[in-house]
Nanobody, 125 residues
């Protein structure tokens, strides 16, 4: 059974930064997406990365502020979040899927097999 574990959430002031980490167990190298869901809102993909070659996707709302990266030797994917604002506050989830192609980036929740429990990000104004 693949386990996905997020960490790095917390409380930050507007304009501040956080770095989230996601570790997916297992022998595969997964394509990974970061999703977020705020109360009363739908879950949205904010960033995603392919298993290899570092192809990425960003939601328009985070472009230029968030950076997704990975260290395959550590089975870890990071989400560096800068210039945070209150609209970024949400429960952030990491999701993983064994990719059909090594360069494919998946940004739909339905594409992912494995999900973490989420890590809370709170931004004070």
């Amino acid at each position: 059974q693949v386990q996905v574990v997020e960490s790095g959430g917390g409380l930050v002031q507007a304009g501040g930064s956080l770095r989230l980490s996601c570790v997916a167990s297992g022998r595969s190298t997964y394509a990974v997406g970061w999703f977020r869901q705020a109360p009363g809102k739908e879950r949205e993909c904010v960033a995603a990365i392919s298993a290899y070659n570092n192809h990425t996707y960003y939601a328009d709302s985070v472009k230029g502020r968030f950076t997704i990266s990975r260290d395959n030797a550590k089975n870890t994917v990071y989400l560096q979040m800068n210039s945070l604002n209150p609209d970024d506050a949400a429960l952030y989830y990491c999701a993983a899927v064994p990719p059909r192609y090594t360069i494919t980036v998946y940004f739909r929740a339905s594409d992912y097999n494995y999900w973490g429990q989420g890590t809370q990000v709170t931004v004070s104004s």
